[in-house]
């Protein structure tokens, strides 16, 4: 197929796995805490975070992986890329191994780490360990699942994040009615659902991988191991950066508050999450494209594929989250009570990083093309702990004081939009020079659509929470959004930035 041919299907892909994440984002939430209870629900975020951490460890190794393996397929270099293959799988296991320990420990001990009632210490081990072992399983799914990536079948790869997205929540439904409400048994069914999507990926891989790559032990090579495993180093310090900025305020509010407000602030986390993935529906589409071009030394295609596509999926984003957030108070009421309601300048501040995180995310696959992973991950460690010293600060002065938790949130949302936009904007600027002000002034288009969307929302609010009405609210919200949508991507974006993105659906 052809590579517009492609990515045209890649999109109807990302489409239908939008729409499983959004199906699933509006009712998994709410069932989740309906069912056991906001303060029982806190505990499930916890889990989540260590999961992220240690995929910052693994996932790097992956990561770096792809960024070798597909250059290897591009130019042809089957060998090279089997010794790749080989070679990281090796590794993995190396590393999955020195983890048993530490993750153990802390599994054991969960309770002197984190704030959790007395009577849920025993689900809550169970909830840590089916996590673990879920990411094991999906950790060893995206090294085989990198060959899809390197010959650009998001398609496929969209049908892997359907199943896992969907599979966990009918997983928890089951046992939830055949068994009882129990928090383990949201760790049971992504442990399910992720060792049968290693099943699945291993027999992808087999059928893609045929002829061009194989898997031996004697394939192990140091000099590759070499290679990967320092762009790995780099890449994990700037992912464990990244968790450090954007889930660190939970862990805090849990240690310092209690699981009430960290369950609070969990759900607008992943409603954040929910928001990222909408984001890569059409941002996702450029990593495989960036990286080809530049496998193929098509430079100038890199430079302005980057550039465009930054700042149209920021501007799209901005209006999704400017939407959100002046209509806050009515969303939060239909989605999961009238409880939180009083709590939506969180998720407004959470929220307001993603357009830039997005943004900054097609920087980032230019960035690993090139290899060039050192300074930024060192840069984003250094912000992340300074990011943490002054939480940290903050939340043992609050002394419960629910307006420390306000601080906390604005002071991680201005450190999150430094480190992530402007740090790998700026930093794509110096491989590829006289793109700065350009930069600068997609930042700027950016966070004007953010808050004139929100603006005009917020004023908007009144109007519509007089119908009184959850169906009609909606469909209004939804016709606004539209407009606003339809508006700002005319009005911001010029022609060549506009067409960056309707090309890949009408290019042929």
Same mark, same amino acid.
């Given at each position: 197929? !052809?590579?517009?041919?492609?990515?045209?299907?890649?999109?109807?892909?990302?489409?239908?796995?939008?729409?499983?994440?959004?199906?699933?984002?509006?009712?998994?939430?709410?069932?989740?805490?309906?069912?056991?209870?906001?303060?029982?629900?806190?505990?499930?975020?916890?889990?989540?975070?260590?999961?992220? =951490?240690?995929?910052?460890?693994?996932?790097?190794?992956?990561?770096?992986?792809?960024?070798?393996?597909?250059?290897?397929?591009?130019?042809?270099?089957?060998?090279?890329?089997? %010794?790749?293959?080989?070679?990281?799988?090796?590794?993995?296991?190396?590393?999955? #191994?020195?983890?048993? @320990?530490?993750?153990?420990?802390?599994?054991?001990?969960?309770?002197?780490?984190?704030?959790?009632?007395?009577?849920?210490?025993? /689900?809550?081990?169970?909830?840590?360990?089916?996590?673990?072992?879920?990411?094991?399983?999906?950790?060893?799914?995206?090294?085989? /699942?990198?060959?899809?990536?390197?010959?650009?079948?998001?398609?496929?790869?969209?049908?892997?994040? @359907?199943?896992?997205?969907?599979?966990?929540?009918?997983?928890?439904?089951?046992?939830?009615?055949?068994?009882?409400?129990?928090?383990? =048994?949201?760790?049971?069914? !992504?442990?399910?659902?992720? $060792?049968?999507?290693?099943?699945?990926?291993?027999?992808?891989?087999?059928?893609?991988?045929?002829?061009?790559?194989?898997? !031996?032990?004697? %394939?192990?090579?140091?000099?590759?191991?070499?290679?990967?495993?320092? $762009?790995?180093?780099?890449?994990?310090?700037?992912?464990?950066?990244?968790?450090?900025?954007?889930?660190?305020?939970?862990?805090?509010?849990?240690?310092?508050?209690?699981?009430?407000?960290?369950?609070?602030?969990?759900?607008?986390?992943?409603?954040?999450?929910?928001?990222?993935?909408? *984001?890569?529906?059409?941002?996702?589409?450029?990593?495989?494209?960036?990286?080809?071009?530049?496998?193929?030394?098509?430079?100038?295609?890199?430079?302005?594929?980057?550039?465009?596509?930054?700042? &149209?999926?920021?501007?799209?984003?901005?209006? $999704?989250?400017?939407?959100?957030?002046?209509?806050?108070?009515? @969303?939060?009421? @239909?989605?999961?009570?009238?409880?939180?309601?009083? =709590?939506?300048?969180?998720?407004?501040?959470?929220?307001?990083?993603?357009?830039?995180? &997005? +943004?900054?995310?097609?920087?980032?696959? *230019?960035?690993? *093309?090139? /290899?060039?992973?050192?300074?930024?991950?060192?840069?984003?460690?250094?912000?992340?702990?300074?990011?943490?010293?002054?939480?940290?600060?903050? +939340? #043992?002065?609050?002394?419960?004081? $629910?307006?420390?938790?306000?601080?906390?949130?604005?002071?991680?949302?201005?450190?999150?939009?430094?480190?992530?936009?402007?740090? /790998?904007?700026?930093?794509?600027?110096?491989?590829?020079?006289?793109?700065?002000?350009?930069?600068?002034?997609?930042?700027?288009?950016?966070?004007?659509?953010?808050?004139?969307? *929100?603006?005009?929302?917020?004023?908007l609010t009144p109007v519509i929470n007089a119908l009184d009405s959850p169906v009609w609210s909606i469909f209004i919200i939804m016709i606004i959004s539209l407009v606003l949508f339809i508006f700002c991507i005319k009005v911001i974006l010029n022609k060549k930035q506009l067409?960056?993105?309707?090309?890949?659906?009408?290019?042929?």
């Amino acid at each position: 197929m !052809s590579e517009p041919g492609q990515v045209r299907k890649n999109l109807i892909f990302n489409i239908l796995s939008l729409l499983a994440n959004v199906a699933v984002g509006i009712f998994y939430t709410p069932y989740l805490v309906k069912n056991l209870g906001l303060i029982a629900y806190g505990i499930i975020p916890l889990a989540l975070v260590m999961n992220q =951490y240690i995929s910052v460890v693994t996932g790097s190794l992956t990561g770096a992986l792809t960024r070798f393996y597909a250059i290897a397929l591009q130019k042809g270099d089957k060998e090279k890329a089997s %010794k790749c293959l080989s070679t990281s799988l090796i590794a993995m296991f190396g590393i999955i #191994s020195f983890l048993v @320990i530490p993750i153990y420990l802390l599994i054991q001990h969960v309770d002197k780490v984190f704030t959790i009632p007395i009577e849920l210490i025993s /689900n809550a081990k169970l909830l840590f360990l089916y996590t673990f072992l879920s990411f094991i399983f999906s950790l060893f799914s995206s090294v085989f /699942n990198v060959t899809l990536y390197a010959f650009n079948r998001l398609d496929i790869l969209n049908i892997i994040k @359907i199943i896992r997205v969907t599979g966990k929540w009918l997983f928890v439904f089951f046992l939830f009615t055949a068994f009882s409400n129990n928090i383990s =048994y949201v760790g049971l069914a !992504s442990f399910i659902t992720e $060792m049968l999507l290693l099943l699945y990926s291993i027999l992808i891989f087999v059928r893609f991988s045929k002829g061009k790559v194989s898997l !031996s032990f004697s %394939k192990f090579n140091g000099t590759v191991l070499k290679a990967v495993g320092f $762009m790995a180093l780099w890449t994990m310090l700037h992912q464990f950066g990244d968790t450090m900025l954007y889930r660190i305020d939970n862990i805090l509010v849990n240690i310092f508050w209690s699981s009430k407000e960290s369950g609070i602030l969990g759900a607008f986390t992943e409603l954040g999450n929910y928001t990222m993935i909408v *984001a890569s529906v059409v941002g996702s589409l450029f990593g495989p494209l960036i990286l080809i071009a530049y496998a193929n030394d098509r430079h100038d295609d890199v430079k302005q594929m980057t550039l465009d596509r930054s700042v &149209s999926v920021g501007v799209m984003v901005a209006v $999704m989250i400017g939407v959100l957030a002046g209509f806050s108070p009515i @969303i939060l009421k @239909i989605w999961i009570g009238e409880e939180f309601v009083e =709590y939506n300048k969180w998720l407004i501040v959470k929220l307001a990083l993603v357009p830039f995180y &997005s +943004a900054a995310g097609i920087f980032a696959f *230019a960035a690993r *093309a090139w /290899n060039k992973v050192r300074f930024p991950a060192l840069m984003t460690v250094f912000l992340g702990g300074v990011n943490f010293i002054i939480l940290y600060f903050l +939340a #043992s002065q609050a002394d419960k004081r $629910m307006e420390f938790i306000d601080y906390i949130l604005v002071v991680g949302l201005v450190i999150g939009v430094l480190q992530s936009y402007f740090l /790998n904007g700026l930093y794509f600027s110096r491989f590829y020079p006289n793109t700065r002000k350009i930069i600068v002034q997609n930042f700027l288009k950016i966070f004007i659509v953010m808050s004139g969307v *929100a603006a005009i929302t917020i004023l908007l609010t009144p109007v519509i929470n007089a119908l009184d009405s959850p169906v009609w609210s909606i469909f209004i919200i939804m016709i606004i959004s539209l407009v606003l949508f339809i508006f700002c991507i005319k009005v911001i974006l010029n022609k060549k930035q506009l067409n960056s993105i309707t090309e890949l659906i009408y290019k042929k």
